[in-house]
């Protein structure tokens, strides 16, 4: 009997251990799932780690996978976000953002299976180039996305920027310019084309079936390749046109997403559209586009190509209310981070078609002319020569000015106050003149044989660079910067870069002697020339102050009808 009763009380002691440890699992995982919704919930991006996709629909066992209305072309993983490509039906309609959600699943059967979010933003107006951008899934979730009122869309393969074919076009000798991330190559210098191959197919996972090609040149992010007749000849858009990518001879093939296409015309037209364009790279930069391109406008600029580099501000509907009111701008979706070399050279390209000069300019840069003459002069005096092909263009930096917040009339009439040296130049270029190579430092380009640059007198030209302006704009300004190749200023990764704001370090914080920082010389020849010019006499408002309020009024009123608030 006694024997009995000790077995029974360690049965009742092996049970109530089981029930602590299993406790503990419990409130562990439920602290570990809060952890995991205030990631979400701060939109804070950890460290990214494995999330590589297998039985997703193993995973997401309460879910209904979607109908055919849309499915995954292809998925990147930034290092900021996810690039999510939806491949459209040919009877479906375009869904916008507020149709999907972002869905991160856990791996791990003890915790809940799903957290919804909406999307980042979603780039793309029609059915040939949309993407989803969602969140980075924290580690031990995988993503998918959630299309109301469809379901699921799996999302079973996604590619790593850090090595990938990304963007690919055919040139009018028909070659295709292909742009690759992390080739590694040397800076601003032309390699061995012999070390690498072209390579085309549809299915990148089975070799046998992929087409080489000769690499006819390559430097820095970009190759050009010789297209093969059955390319040329085929489908370039849908579901059967090929993909390419760049071979290393005796290594591997770059993973790819990029599928060429005929952009550009065999057969141009002798005389350009246009005298004068520019073409910019930006990210959140809505707010100032408008001083931006009215100013430019006055004085000869006729077409503008944005590179939109993943913002998530108003900037869309800003270059449609420009272009409704007769301004002739386009925004182009270029997701690559880092990438600005690459984004000119393809905007090269597609300019060279239309423009005879083409300015390569941010949107805190302005062109200033003292001696008064426009932009159509200057181009035209140095168009009498056939040889000359780039003008360089000094660049002045200005400081906040002793501003504290930001100067209302603009970036030009706001700051007058500046360091009186020049930092570096900015490129004005005939795009035909360009070496094939496409090679660039932001700066200027490489030209053919045959062409050379001038530099330009600073009394006739030169550029305003309001970089270091107050502190709420610089502070957005150099987070994840396109420029630079500092990913985050507030990391000691490149802390000698000269994109870097001398003496601000890394640290997130305020300077107190902010606003009197980098004013060495006071500089009133663009605001002078703004406000003698641009000022309406009966408002007495500059173009772009009488603009927002109309533009906020637009905004409100779009916002409203896409949510079914107004017919």
Known sequence: ????????????????????????????????????????????????????QN????????????????????????????????KYPPSARLFAKEDFRCVYSSTNSSWPNLIKQPPIQIDGEDFENQIVRCSIPPRGFILSLDLNPHGIIPIVHI???DALAYEALIDRDNSTVVFVKGLNLRPERMSNASKFECVYGWDFSNTKFLLRS???????????????????????????????????????????????????????????????????MLRNQ???????????????????????????????MVIKSLSDSNYNITRHVWPWIKTQEAGFAHCALRARELCDWVGFIDVDEFFHLPSGLTLYDVVGNYSADSKIAELRVSCYSFGP???????????MVGYTCRMVASERHKSIVKPEALNSSLINVVHHFHLRSGFGYVNVDRGT???????YQVWEVFKEKFYRRVATYVVDWQDTHNVGSKDRAPGLGTRAVEPEDWSRRFCEVNDSGLRERVLESFVNPQTQLLPWQEEKGEELIRIVVDKKRRHGILS
């Open 401 to 411: 000015s002793g501003l504290k917040h930001v100067p209302a009339e603009g970036v």
């Open 286 to 316: 809505a707010k100032f586009m408008k001083e931006w391109v009215m100013y430019h406008a006055e004085i000869g600029v006729q077409r503008w190509f944005i590179y939109d580099n993943n913002s998530e501000d108003e900037i869309e």
């Open 159 to 161: 590619q790593w920027w």
């Open 214 to 280: 000769e690499l006819l040149s390559i430097g820095q992010e970009i190759g050009r390749c010789k297209t093969p007749l059955s390319v040329l000849n085929g489908p370039q858009r849908g579901d059967n046109s090929v993909k390419v990518s760049i071979r290393i001879k005796g290594k591997g093939i770059y993973r790819t997403i990029a599928r060429p296409i005929r952009r550009l015309d065999r057969n141009p037209p002798a005389r350009k559209q246009h005298q004068m364009c520019i073409c910019t």
């Open 55 to 86: 039985s997703i629909l193993e995973v997401m066992k309460d879910v209904t996978p979607v109908s055919p209305a849309v499915s995954i072309q292809e998925t990147v993983m930034l290092p900021d976000q996810v690039l999510v490509y939806l």
């Open 461 to 467: 030209l030169i550029i305003n660079h309001y970089k």
């Open 1 to 52: 009997m006694a024997a009995m009763k000790v077995r029974s009380r360690r049965r009742d002691v092996v049970s109530w251990s089981n029930f602590f440890w299993c406790t503990v699992f419990i409130v562990t995982s439920f602290f570990t799932f809060s952890a995991v919704r205030l990631f979400f919930a701060d939109k804070y991006h950890p460290v990214l780690g494995s999330t590589r």
